[in-house]
């Protein structure tokens, strides 16, 4: 669970850094781009800071970009500190939890986690609409490689095989 919440929060960005074991189905970072796996170790706040300075670079953010980057950057962080805390809340009590209890933290985080990921995308839109045509260029290929090595693209071809 503990990836999967770092994940959830890099992304939400992107995927932005990728932790050491597999997320749940369906999960992952919305900007993920092309960054290599997180290093053993690293703790959530440390892979997020690694991803947000690697799409700093990538994206070639400007002094005048500064302002939106760093409240898009900012959302990142909140993102993962809340799902972290939730699932941490989570592990503590699940051993207590009946299975509607259960049903419904896990509703609740998720929840919690598309609310995170509706607020990331609203800063990222107002960074994106101060970007150049190459920094957009740059972003959409980011976000858009995700997809052809993420969850996305493997249920498609699960799909696609099944109809076989």
């Known amino acids: 669970m503990k990836r999967f919440a770092v994940l959830a929060m890099v992304v ?82 699940v051993e207590t939890m009946s299975a509607p209890d259960n049903m419904r933290n896990f509703a609740q985080i998720e929840a919690e986690r598309a609310a995170g990921i509706q607020k990331l995308a609203a800063s990222f839109q107002t960074l994106y609409d101060g970007m150049s045509e190459d920094q957009r260029k740059v972003a959409d290929s980011m976000f858009r490689h995700y997809e052809d090595r993420g969850p996305v693209r493997k249920r498609a071809a699960k799909a696609g095989d099944a109809g076989k």
């Open 12 to 93: 939400l960005a992107g995927g932005p850094a990728a932790a050491q074991t597999t997320p749940p189905a369906g999960s992952g970072p919305a900007a993920s781009g092309t960054a290599p796996r997180a290093t053993h170790g690293a703790t959530g706040a440390e892979q997020i800071n690694e991803r947000i300075t690697q799409m700093h670079q990538r994206l070639k953010i400007t002094p005048d970009q500064q302002p939106a980057w760093d409240e898009f950057a900012q959302v990142m962080r909140d993102n993962m500190t809340s799902v972290e805390q939730a699932y941490q809340q989570r592990r503590d009590q």
